[in-house]
């Protein structure tokens, strides 16, 4: 129960992640908003695990080749390809794709490389939540979908989610003794570095970032809720469940987006709403229910 708990406070704080930095985008580019985001969590993480990380340093240097590309994955890649995605195609694509796409691959990876078993109740669970995405993102009438045009935007989108499915496997086999939060401060400040060059790269070929009060606002909830909080129960969930069982609690972000999307714009909560809820929950639920072994 604590690992579900977990995930569900992850895609609750991600679900704002989407409406916040399409909410900016004029405002901010893409790169520099990832930079920004991930340099303001690791000085926030810095003075609570900074000093374990000191002690832990043998741990680090024995498996650096690990950090680096647990950071360049879950960090560098990831959201830098959701953000420079808002700027090609529109916010139905990025949540079909990226929410429904990430779960499989993270299953698929945890079976190849971790031999994760994939039960039928898994299998039949992540179906539903499909089947319950796609209903909400379609309106009620799949159909809808067929206007769906991949372009470029979705290409980067697919790049993300599978940044965050190795990012998911690569979680399980975190090396024995490091802490949640030193392990975060290391990889948060290693991906801030990878992006250096892209962010000198856009510097010099984009508009520069229009400062204000509410930019300011932003980059402090990206940095301490999406970033540190979000990863750290995360983290939690994976250690907990397992990397294919927390990855289909992804399938929560539209559902939280959509809910979250009903508050802040005054929109009405329809009956297509209560049954895509009920329909990727039982999904949820299905998915991990635990069978007896004789």
Not at 25 to 41: E, G, M, T
Not at 267 to 283: D, N, R
Request: aromatic share 12%; net charge positive.
């Amino acid at each position: 129960m604590k690992g579900v708990l977990f995930a569900v406070i992850a895609t609750i704080i991600w679900s704002g992640n989407f409406i916040v930095a399409r909410a900016v985008i004029k405002d901010v580019p893409p790169i520099s908003l990832a930079f920004f985001r991930w340099l303001l969590a690791t000085i926030i993480l810095l003075p609570f695990a900074f000093r374990q990380l000191r002690t832990e340093w043998d741990v680090v240097g024995n498996n650096w080749k690990y950090f680096l590309f647990i950071a360049f994955t879950g960090i560098t890649l990831f959201n830098t390809f959701v953000y420079v995605a808002g700027h090609y195609s529109p916010a139905i694509n990025l949540a079909l794709i990226g929410t429904t796409s990430s779960p499989i691959m993270a299953i698929m990876l945890s079976a190849i490389f971790l031999q994760e078993k994939i039960p039928w109740q898994r299998v039949a669970g992540l179906l539903l939540c499909i089947t319950g995405i796609l209903l909400l993102l379609s309106r009620g009438d799949l159909r809808n979908l067929y206007q769906l045009q991949f372009g470029k935007g979705d290409g980067y989108v697919l790049l993300g989610a599978f940044a965050f499915a190795i990012y998911n496997v690569l979680v399980r086999k975190k090396p024995a003794g490091i802490g949640p939060l030193s392990f975060l401060l290391l990889i948060f400040g290693l991906g801030t570095i990878l992006l250096i060059p892209g962010l000198v790269w856009e510097i010099n070929h984009e508009p520069p970032i229009h400062w204000s009060a509410s930019i300011i606002g932003v980059m402090v909830y990206l940095g301490a809720g999406t970033s540190v909080i979000a990863y750290l129960c995360w983290n939690a969930a994976i250690s907990r469940l397992g990397t294919s069982r927390t990855a289909l609690f992804g399938n929560l972000i539209p559902l939280f987006a959509s809910l979250e999307a009903l508050w802040l714009l005054q929109e009405k909560f329809t009956m297509l709403h209560l049954v895509c809820s009920v329909v990727i929950i039982i999904g949820l639920v299905l998915a991990n229910l635990t069978t007896r072994r004789t």
